[in-house]
T-cell receptor, first 118, second 115 residues
């Protein structure tokens, strides 16, 4: 497709389960971002990839969160031993150029994965 | 301190009217970018408009314009001739060049357009 695709759209997990969220960015986009959006809040940055390299993971809230983009295209955000506070919408975004090229780095978002941890 | 402040939790407007959504920001970086996104109930964040700190003119994109007042550190979004489909959450966001970070978002404003 032409846009950023995320799957699944909805995920219900029992506390303690591991989950994997997938992001398929726009073809050819170098940069890929993950954000976490709590209910009624703006998105908050989690991590950034330039091609397959994870250049910034400063926003990951704990070592239970892990992201990868092994071939510089599709990315997976994995959350181990999920907790109730992990319930949120996880948004993926991609942009054409590396983050450092220009401050005008337009990010295009997917529709997100809504994670509910029971 | 909040980097991006959106003080209007909700705004109501009638079709065909213009509406202004407020955004103030805080940065000491001379080079930065300001972005507005729309998030309908479907969840996808849709890019609307961009303003660079060095841009001399206010940005415009169709019915969207950005009222950029650099000295006041405000970047208000103006939507002209509102349509029912404009009902959504609107987020102001910033990127600071030196910090090299991704986007920093405000808490958003819910816009409701009625007929």
């Amino acid at each position: 497709g032409a846009g950023v695709s995320q799957s699944p759209r909805y995920k219900v997990a029992k506390r303690g389960q591991d989950v994997a969220l997938r992001c398929d960015p726009i073809s050819g986009h170098v940069s890929l971002f993950w954000y976490q959006q709590a209910l009624g809040q703006g998105p908050e940055f989690l991590t950034y990839f330039q091609n397959e390299a994870q250049l910034d993971k400063s926003g990951l809230p704990s070592d239970r969160f892990f992201a990868e983009r092994p071939e510089g295209s599709v990315s997976t955000l994995k959350i181990q031993r999920t907790q109730q506070e992990d319930s949120a919408v996880y948004l993926c975004a991609s942009s054409l150029k590396p983050l450092g090229d220009t401050v005008k780095n337009i990010q295009y978002f997917g529709a997100g994965t809504r994670l509910s941890v029971l | 301190a909040q980097k991006i402040t959106q003080t209007q939790p909700g705004m109501f407007v009638q079709e065909k009217e213009a509406v202004t959504l407020d955004c103030t920001y805080d940065t000491s970086d001379p080079s930065y970018g300001l972005f507005w996104y729309k998030q309908p109930s479907s969840g996808e964040m849709i890019f609307l408009i961009y303003q660079g700190s060095y841009d001399q003119q206010n940005a415009t994109e169709g019915r969207y314009s950005l009222n950029f007042q650099k000295a006041r550190k405000s970047a208000n979004l103006v939507i002209s001739a509102s349509q029912l489909g404009d009902s959504a959450m609107y987020f102001c966001a910033m990127r600071e060049n030196q910090a090299g970070t991704a986007l920093i978002f405000g808490k958003g404003t819910t816009l409701s357009v009625s007929s």
